[in-house]
Structure formats: C-alpha cells, structure tokens
C-alpha cells in the first residue's frame, strides 16, 4: 500500500497535464454523470484523484465525500475547489472501507479509472453496494486494456508492473467488467465507451439492486 500510495504521490503533480489530452473524454463524462444526479444527493467519490470529477458536479449535489490514498492528490483537489469557493466537498486521505462510512448512506458512489487498479476490485464493488442507499447509482469508468492487450503500450505497461515500476493493474475486457459489477449485486442502465490509446475506457451507469 505505501509503495502505492507513493507512486500517486509522485504521480499527481502531473495527473492533470495528463488528464487534458483527455479533456473531450472527462466533458463527456461529467455530462452523463449529471443526469443522474439530484440537488438532494449525498456522493462518495472514491478514488478523486485531484478532483477532476467532483469539483465539476459540486453544484448538482448536497455534499459530496471525495477520497484518495494520495494525500497529494487530496491536496490538489482541495486546493482547487478553495480557489472556485466550493464548499460541500469534504477531501480526505483514506480509503473506502474507512468504518465513518455506513451502509446504505449515499445516494451515488463515483470510481472513475479506479476499479483497473485494484488488486481485489470484487470486494471494492461490493463495499460500494453496500454503502449505497436502495437504488442508489454506481457511476464508474474504467480502463478496458484487456481489448487491445497486444498493443505496444499495454506489452511496455505490462512488463513495467512485473518489475515493480509500475503499481498493480487488470487488463479488463468490457464484458468481463460488466459481469463484476452485476456480480457485485447491480443492473446496468447504461454504458458508452470512449477510446483513449484504442482501447475502451468503459463508463458504466449501475444501480443497487
């Protein structure tokens, strides 16, 4: 975890640079994500990075729990949204299984390019479930490297976390993705994906069952 943790670290000062190329991709899916919130709404964004998405649907929502191993990335994000006078998101260092968070207390739960990261994600999706009210939306989207997984990219990224360079990843396909997610107890309601390296970053509506 803390090699992890320092990997993001050192990755956030960038993330943003990285992120524009990008930005046609992140417009879109704040867009979709919009549509299924409500100003009532109490959100859990796990895994905000430097607050890419949550800073952007911060006036949709009520209040908004935004989370991040990276304290880096937490600061960013924070810094961010006290430039923009955000008030209703509260930035935190921890991670989703911190026992503060009750089952069935938020309404939607965002894990943007997150879920591809993580070494058991079925237990994450199915905290996620728990933690969300009785048809509460899961709104994710994930890295799908598993549809091109010949490309010299994914072959390069794949012999870089073998030798430790780079931190954990699964070579998702969308189909094997979907499965998770309704394994994990939800029904999809909608799905688009966006290309970033010819590959899908597969962005998932789903819904507590």
């Not at 939800?186 to 390296?197: D, K, L, P, Q, R």
Request: hydrophobic share 40%; with cysteine.
């Amino acid at each position: 975890m803390k090699n992890t943790e320092k990997f993001w670290d050192i990755l956030s000062s960038r993330t943003d640079q990285v992120a524009n190329k990008f930005a046609a991709t992140y417009s879109e899916t704040i867009k979709k994500t919009g549509i299924y919130l409500k100003k009532s709404d109490h959100l859990l964004d796990f895994a905000c990075g430097t607050g890419l998405i949550c800073n952007e649907i911060a006036s949709n929502v009520t209040s908004i729990n935004a989370i991040d191993i990276s304290q880096k990335m937490i600061e960013i994000a924070r810094n961010k949204a006290e430039k923009r006078k955000i008030n209703n998101i509260l930035f935190e260092k921890t991670d989703i299984y911190n026992e503060k968070f009750k089952s069935n207390s938020f309404d939607a739960i965002l894990a943007f390019n997150v879920l591809h990261l993580l070494e058991k994600p079925q237990g994450v999706i199915k905290r996620i479930n728990k933690l969300l009210k009785p048809n509460g939306y899961f709104i994710t989207s994930t890295e799908c490297a598993g549809e091109n997984r010949t490309s010299m990219i994914n072959i390069v990224v794949f012999v870089l976390i073998k030798v430790g360079i780079l931190p954990y990843m699964s070579f998702f396909k969308t189909a094997e993705l979907e499965k998770r997610i309704k394994n994990g107890g939800f029904s999809i309601v909608e799905t688009e994906n966006y290309y970033n390296h010819k590959q899908p970053n597969h962005f998932v509506i789903a819904k507590k069952d």
